[in-house]
């Protein structure tokens, strides 16, 4: 059970960064903002310090950085619409709701 509240709260966090930030479907928020610390932006570089706290790891954003993101998914997945995987998980997770 902890594996897949994990994965779920794993989903949320890409959904978030892909509806609201118009990101990559292939990458966490933390990722995003790792990336962006790198550059030197300070918002990123005090977000990463907050999250460092929150999860207990100083270099979380560093770890959960994915720098290939464009790359790491297969061909069929890059091909697929992110909005659709949006709506088909909102649907899914409607239907296991309702039973």
């Not at 709506?87 to 709701?97: F, N, Y």
């Amino acid at each position: 059970m902890g594996r897949y509240l994990l994965n779920i709260i794993i989903w949320l966090d890409i959904g978030i960064n892909v509806l609201l930030f118009s990101g990559s479907p292939y990458e966490t928020l933390s990722s995003r903002i790792g990336r962006r610390a790198e550059k030197g932006e300070r918002w990123a570089c005090v977000l990463c310090k907050l999250l460092g706290k929150i999860f207990r790891d100083p270099r979380h954003c560093w770890t959960a950085r994915v720098d290939d993101y464009g790359t790491t998914a297969p061909n069929w997945w890059k091909a697929v619409n992110p909005l659709v995987l949006v709506l088909a998980g909102c649907t899914a997770w409607l239907v296991c709701r309702t039973w």
